[in-house]
């Protein structure tokens, strides 16, 4: 992956200190499932926690902001060591701008990835948008990166590999028995 990124990635990737994830339809694959008794369900994919960690190893922040409240994304959230989570907010734009200034972190610092409409907002005032191979075609049209894994597939951790390599992180987080 390394040897696609373009001179532009690296230059766009250089500042960014926070990624601000959606949760429905970019950590998920967007259904959301309600049993008989009104319990919520939700699939994480394994390798965008890990990124999240890796992410975080290096020294990142990382944080969720959602339109949903969700006991299940607490749960997930807490799994990982997320401190920054904003669940709720319908109008995503204020709550993006209280983590930022919560967090230390000018716009031109953060990467938001979001997949639908309520997310352009954010993409717009960020530094860095990004969007799911699968994310709705107006999203795409205002992300600067659009990833080839969909949402719930591995997308937060494409952003992030791709991340890391342009900042030359990488290689450094890969375990050395893996070399």
Not at 26 to 43: H, P, Q, R, Y
Request: glycine share 10%; proline share 3%; aromatic share 6%.
């Amino acid at each position: 992956m390394r040897d696609s990124l373009k001179h532009r990635d690296y230059e766009i990737a250089k500042p960014i200190r926070l990624i601000l994830s959606d949760v429905d339809g970019v950590l998920t694959d967007g259904l959301i499932t309600i049993d008989n008794a009104g319990v919520e369900s939700k699939s994480f994919h394994v390798r965008d926690g890990q990124g999240i960690k890796l992410w975080r190893k290096a020294g990142f922040e990382f944080g969720i902001l959602t339109a949903r409240n969700s006991q299940v994304v607490k749960l997930r959230a807490q799994e990982l060591g997320i401190a920054w989570v904003r669940q709720g907010f319908a109008d995503k734009l204020p709550a993006a701008r209280e983590l930022m200034q919560s967090i230390g972190v000018t716009p031109q610092e953060v990467c938001y990835i979001g997949d639908d409409l309520p997310d352009i907002p954010v993409m717009l005032e960020v530094g860095l948008s990004a969007t799911v191979s699968d994310g709705a075609t107006e999203v795409k049209q205002h992300a600067k990166w659009v990833l080839e894994s969909a949402g719930g597939r591995g997308a937060v951790r494409e952003l992030i590999e791709r991340l890391l390599q342009a900042k030359g992180r990488w290689e450094d987080l890969i375990p050395t028995r893996m070399r």
